[in-house]
């Protein structure tokens, strides 16, 4: 499967970022009796993230889509700005950074570990339902005390793009590139469509997070969602959406290069490589 995808006068090229070992207990899902079930263990064994992100170049423009991990989390992450820079993608080229949403594994590479902004000349672009909830508030407000530390997070990497933030609603932030609101992993959850020429793609973020069992049991959240049912409501609605006018995805936790078509399975869905 190519890592790049033409659409709409755009190049669209997956970046890694590196991988997320965990467990799916780990990961936060919040019905371990389905889960165990499906998986055939009371301990399921442990599975892996991809981390991906999505370079948007053409049109005078050259939008990253989420940052992942910065130094944040640990040796085998982080591995996106060396990845730009040895593709011939000068840092300081990127023109736009559009974030899905503020949780660490997508916007904690906005900067360094000093602090400093790695895209000295992007302009953020984020949908204003998930910059108000993340940026406009302080930590201490926070219902619980993991948003209490990604919001502490999310106003840190923000803080050397606030000049040039443009907040957005539902429609065209770009030339033909649009924001589409799919709230409850985070409040303003986003998803980014690339579309020209009768096609699309649709980068869809945390839609999904673990491939095989989210497929055949949508209904399931984490409890890394914010609202869980609201996530999964929404959830199902893109799967039906996607499978139905076969419109390509690009996610950020599908094995890399994470692009794909959803096939509709009875009540259920599956994967089909782009």
């Known amino acids: 499967m190519t890592d790049s995808i033409a659409i709409g006068g755009y190049t669209v090229t997956a970046f890694s970022d590196g991988r997320l070992k965990t467990t799916i207990e780990g990961a936060g899902a919040n019905d371990n009796a389905v889960i165990c079930a499906f998986t055939g263990s009371e301990n399921p064994e442990p599975v892996i993230f991809a981390v991906n992100t999505f370079l948007i170049e053409g049109r005078g423009v050259r939008a990253l889509v989420d940052t992942g991990c910065g130094n944040t989390r640990g040796s085998s992450l982080g591995k996106l700005t060396a990845n730009l820079m040895a593709a011939g993608k000068p840092l300081d080229s990127i023109t736009h950074v559009l974030l899905t949403h503020f949780h660490p594994d997508h916007s904690n590479g906005l900067i360094d570990g000093a602090g400093t902004a790695f895209f000295p000349n992007a302009e953020l672009i984020a949908h204003e ?15 619980n005390a993991r948003i209490e530390r990604n919001r502490q997070a999310a106003q840190e990497v923000c803080a050397p793009y606030r000049k040039r933030m443009h907040r957005v609603k539902d429609g065209e932030a770009l030339p033909g590139i649009l924001a589409r609101l799919s709230p409850g992993h985070t409040p303003g959850h986003t998803c980014w469509i690339v579309e020209g020429n009768g096609d699309s793609l649709m980068i869809w973020g945390d839609t999904i997070h673990l491939t ?11 409890n890394v969602d914010v609202d869980p049912a609201m996530g999964a409501a929404s959830r199902m609605r893109l799967l039906d959406q996607v499978s139905a ?4 995805v690009a996610g950020m936790h599908l094995e890399f290069p994470g692009y794909a078509h959803i096939l509709k399975r009875g009540s259920n869905y599956a994967l089909a490589e782009a």
């Open 129 to 143: 339902t998930e910059a108000q909830f993340w940026l406009d508030s302080e930590p201490s407000q926070s219902p």
């Open 245 to 248: 006018d076969q419109t390509r």
């Open 212 to 222: 095989r069992l989210q497929l055949a049991h949508p209904e399931i959240g984490f």
